[in-house]
């Protein structure tokens, strides 16, 4: 069983930063591929990073530039620097990862930009 818990979302003005983490526990995360994803209201949830164990990182285009997902295996956390933040950034952000071929899901953090 795993546990994510997210934290770091707020409110913010566009062109600020914010930095979320997502700490994990019940198990070891180092050998899993991370995600960030969020869900704004009305729409699918999307893709926004992932970062692979060994740190190899992807990104949605809309992000491109302006976000950095890293990760600390140490602290079994992953997080998402967020720079230049535009209105259409808000959303609520879950990570997310897969262990023993099951999806686990943080319950989310909210991140809203005004404009």
């Known amino acids: 069983q795993v546990q994510l818990v997210e934290s770091g979302g707020g409110l913010v003005q566009a062109g600020g930063s914010l930095r979320l983490s997502c700490v994990a526990s019940?198990?070891?995360?180092?050998?899993?591929?991370m995600g960030w994803y969020r869900q704004a209201p009305g729409k699918q949830r999307e893709l926004v990073a992932t970062?692979?164990?060994?740190?190899?990182?992807n990104y949605a285009d809309s992000v491109k530039g302006r976000f950095t997902i890293s990760r600390d295996n140490a602290k079994n956390a992953v997080s998402l620097q967020m720079n230049s933040l535009k209105p259409e950034d808000t959303a609520v952000y879950y990570c997310?990862?897969?262990?023993?071929?099951?999806?686990?899901w943080g319950q989310g953090t909210q991140v809203t930009v005004s404009s």
């Open positions: 997310n990862t897969i262990d023993a071929s099951i999806l686990y």
């Open positions: 019940g198990s070891r995360i180092r050998f899993n591929a």
């Open positions: 970062i692979t164990s060994g740190g190899s990182a």
